[in-house]
C-alpha cells in the first residue's frame, strides 16, 4: 500500500497546500485534482527528486517502508511529465529502450513494438520522434513510461494532447497495465473524465 499522511509541499518557506491524506491499493490510480498554478506537479516532482527551494513534509510509506528523503519515490518509478521529453538523436524505438535497461535486452523489441501499437504508432519505432505530431509524441512518453513494468507510475497531464478518440485508447491502456501490475498510478489532471472509473480523487486546496 502507498500511504499518504498529511503530505504538502512548501517552496521558498510558502505552503503550496492543505495537507493531504490517502491510501493506494496495488493496482489502483489516485487522481489529483485543483487549480492552475496550486503545486500539483511541483508535488510529482518533489516526490521523485530534490530541487532548490522545494520541500515536501508529512509521512509518505510505500509497503510499509517510508519514503527514502534522497532517493525519494524514484527508485522503481516511471514519469509522464507535462513535455515528451524525447531524445531527438534517438529513433522512437531507442527512446522507449531507455526506460528498459533492467529488462532483458532480447525483450526490448518484442515489449517496444506491443506498446506502439496498443497505443495506435504500429510501425514507428524506427521514425525520427520529432517528425512526429505532439499527440504522436506524448504517446511515445507513455510507452516509455510503461515498457518496464515500473512499480510508481507518475501521470502529469499524460492525456492533454490527444483528441478524444486516442484519449480513450491511451487511457485504457494504462489503466489496464497499471490494475494487471499492480501499478500505483498518481494522476494528475484538470479534466475529471481522465479519471478512471471508481477511482480515488483528491482536490488540492490552498
Known amino acids: 500500500m502507498l500511504i499518504f499522511d498529511e503530505v504538502t509541499v512548501t517552496r521558498s518557506g510558502q505552503r503550496l497546500f492543505q495537507p493531504v491524506s490517502f491510501a493506494l491499493e496495488p493496482g489502483e ?8 498554478g496550486l503545486g500539483k506537479s511541483t508535488l510529482l516532482h518533489a516526490l521523485i527528486a530534490e530541487e532548490p527551494g522545494v520541500e515536501i513534509s508529512g509521512q509518505i510509506t510505500i509497503d510499509g517502508t517510508p519514503m527514502d528523503p534522497v532517493t525519494r ?5 516511471q514519469t509522464v511529465f507535462q513535455e515528451p521529453l524525447l531524445f531527438p538523436h534517438l529513433s522512437v524505438g531507442a527512446n522507449i529502450e531507455l526506460s528498459m535497461y533492467r529488462l532483458p535486452s532480447a525483450s526490448h523489441r518484442m515489449r517496444v513494438n506491443q506498446l506502439l501499437n496498443d497505443l495506435g504508432l504500429g510501425g514507428m519505432a524506427t521514425q525520427d520522434p520529432f517528425q512526429l505530431s ?13 515498457a518496464p513494468h515500473p512499480r510508481i507510475l507518475f501521470l502529469d497531464e499524460p492525456l492533454s494532447a ?4 486516442t484519449r480513450d485508447q491511451v487511457k485504457h491502456r ?3 497495465q497499471v490494475h494487471e501490475d499492480g ?13 478512471p472509473q471508481g477511482g480515488g480523487m483528491v482536490c488540492l486546496m490552498r
Open 29 to 36: 490510480i489516485m487522481t489529483l485534482q485543483g487549480e492552475s
Open 73 to 77: 519515490l524514484s527508485a522503481g518509478s
Open 174 to 176: 494504462i489503466f489496464k
Open 134 to 146: 505532439r499527440g504522436q509524441m506524448m504517446r511515445v512518453a507513455v510507452a516509455r513510461a510503461l
Open 162 to 165: 490527444l483528441d478524444s478518440e
Open 183 to 195: 501499478t500505483y498510478g498518481i494522476l494528475v489532471t484538470h479534466h475529471p473524465e481522465d479519471r
